[in-house]
């Protein structure tokens, strides 16, 4: 159940994202159905989606979402994949104690 809310989670943002990605929405409120912990990872060199659009994902997640910014990675993530993916682990075993 919490594997398929984050799942969903990540959906939803990709999709709010692309509806907020126009410089006119930026300071569009944006409202979140997703309670619980959130994790955005977002590269310092995103090319497609830029960092205010995860910082509003911040400010719209509130506590406790964390955004954790990878310098020098792209938008997906290619460079520093091992970075990437220990942040998650290390996110998944503490919302799920394992």
Sequence with gaps: MKKTAILLSLVLMCLLCMVALGDSNRNVPLKSPIKGPVLLLHG????????????????TYGTPAQLQVIKGENHTITRHRKVMVTRTVEFFQKVFGL
């Design 44 to 59: 310092s060199r995103n090319g497609t989606v830029p960092l205010w659009c995860s910082e509003k994902f911040l400010e």
